[in-house]
Nanobody, 123 residues
Framework: QVQLVESGGGLVQAGGSLRLSCRAS????????MGWFRQAPGKEREFVAG????????YYGDSVKGRFTISRDNAKNTVYLQMNSLKPEDTAVYSC????????????????WGQGTQVTVSS
């Protein structure tokens, strides 16, 4: 049974930082590309960042480029999202996802999803 469990969300002031973690179990983690998505109330789900199985290739949504960094530790079955210079508009539920194909920004291509962690940025 595949499980993705996120942690690290919380309340932070604008300009602050948070690091999200997503630990996978029940899957050969090193064979999966990983992604982070977010969804704010009343808005559609948005691609945030993705990383290839090896960690060599990373890619970001336009709204977070230069502020967020995705990384992974295959020995720990964990993917991270370092979020710096946070803005109130970054407030959302952040979810990680896994898929065994080529890296993609398309949510429908991901097979497995975590339950999400809330990030709230106050102004």
């Amino acid at each position: 049974q595949v499980q993705l469990v996120e942690s690290g969300g919380g309340l932070v002031q604008a300009g602050g930082s948070l690091r999200l973690s997503c630990r996978a179990s029940g899957v050969t983690f090193s064979r999966y590309s990983m992604g982070w998505f977010r969804q704010a109330p009343g808005k559609e789900r948005e691609f945030v960042a993705g990383i290839s199985w090896s960690g060599v290739t990373t890619y970001y949504g336009d709204s977070v480029k230069g502020r967020f960094t995705i990384s992974r530790d295959n020995a720990k079955n964990t993917v991270y999202l370092q979020m710096n210079s946070l803005k109130p508009e970054d407030t959302a539920v952040y979810s990680c996802a896994a898929q065994s194909r080529l890296p993609t920004t398309l949510a429908e291509m991901y097979n497995y999803w975590g339950q999400g962690t809330q990030v709230t940025v106050s102004s």
